[in-house]
């Protein structure tokens, strides 16, 4: 069978710099709150992490949150890593003023990643929970690419906006964004909470996909069939807490350990982390490892829906085995963190 890349160490890091928000999103995996957990790290806590992973080879370091710029100390925390790494920020951009966007521009922020989540406001602030926040974040961006700071959107496919996929690719085109991303909903957090009302099934997720029409100067970023990768192979990501949790999509089935407390690479070198990165899979889809170098599609997809960490990902057609997407399994509420 074929195996996925191997690597010694990885080359990316995703950072969930906080679980708090100032939005109420009904997508969120992370379930975010006003107010932040006191078990989230401090700047000065989470400098000997990341020196750690830049010392191990990580080249490119992303974060996210929540909301980032919701906490007071990442800007200290963002310039300590900028000079030795790639940097992107994902964010919701309402934070983010023309001076907020200059103090980025000073920190070397990279690139901003902005989740749109409706091409109209009243799509947008009703999956925000939050009047206004399509306006707010328009202007964000507008504050960032006065900064000459490269914008990509992102958008989480649900019932509510996948009628508006086109407007918001178009408004990708309309912003000069460098890429529009169509991401895939995970059940994880609040969006697990809501999947009843938001999920669709992959044959309508598909469809409405494939009937995108990108603008010319505007890439369409998307990890459906065929282009849906295993990126275990390559990544890393730490929860607030400063866990190593191997991607984010995995925060609530996966811990392998206190990076205050191990190194990333002794996590990296965990059983399951490793099972994960060899692509070693049930059965994988030859057009999506034809185009990624990967096999065996998203692992925290194919574990909530079918419990096992080796099963196909029901995201990608040829594996759906007529699996339901808007069906959670009842057993998904049992699963259990792997220390």
């Known amino acids: 069978m074929t195996t996925s890349p191997k690597l010694e160490r990885p080359i990316k890091l995703t950072v969930s710099y906080t679980h708090t928000c ?6 969120c995996y992370a379930q975010c709150t006003p107010a932040p957990s006191p078990r989230e790290l401090s700047a000065a806590a989470w400098r000997p992490i990341l020196d ?17 710029l919701h906490r007071p100390d990442f800007l200290e925390t963002l310039a300590h890593v900028a000079p030795r790494a790639m940097t992107r920020l994902r964010t919701n951009a309402t934070l983010i003023d023309p001076a907020m966007a200059r103090r980025l521009r000073h920190a070397n922020l990279g ?41 990509t959107l992102l958008t989480i496919v649900n019932r509510r906006n996948v009628h508006e996929l086109q407007g918001i690719l178009d408004l990708g085109g309309h912003l000069h964004a460098e890429a529009v991303g169509m991401l895939r909903p995970y059940p994880l957090g609040r969006m697990r909470l809501e999947w009843p009302a938001l999920s669709l099934s992959l044959p309508e997720m598909s469809a409405a996909i494939g009937a995108l029409i990108a603008p010319p100067t505007t890439r369409l970023m998307q990890s459906w069939h065929p282009n849906d990768a295993n990126c275990c192979w390559q990544m890393a990501a730490a929860n607030a807490y400063g866990d190593s949790i191997g991607c984010t999509y995995l925060r609530e089935y996966v811990n392998y350990g206190s990076l205050a407390e191990r ?64 069906l959670l399994p009842k057993s998904l509420s049992e699963r259990r963190l792997v220390p």
Do not use: K
């Open 22 to 27: 100032n939005l109420d999103c009904r997508v």
């Open 263 to 326: 190194t990333l690479l002794e996590t990296w070198d965990h059983p399951l982390y490793r099972t994960l990165r060899a692509g070693s899979v049930e059965a994988s889809c030859g057009a999506c490892t034809s185009t990624q170098g990967s096999h065996g599609g998203c692992r925290s997809t194919a574990y909530a829906f079918h419990g096992r960490w080796t099963a196909p990902d029901p995201f990608d057609a040829p594996l759906n085995a007529n699996t339901d997407l808007r």
């Open 111 to 151: 690139d901003a990643l902005v989740d749109i989540l409706g091409a109209t406001p009243e799509t947008h602030d009703a999956l925000t929970g939050t009047p206004g926040s399509h306006a707010r974040t328009m202007a964000g961006i507008a504050a960032l690419q006065a900064e000459a700071i490269p914008v």
């Open 52 to 68: 750690d992973a830049l010392d191990s080879g990580v080249m490119s370091v992303m974060f996210e949150g929540g909301e980032p």
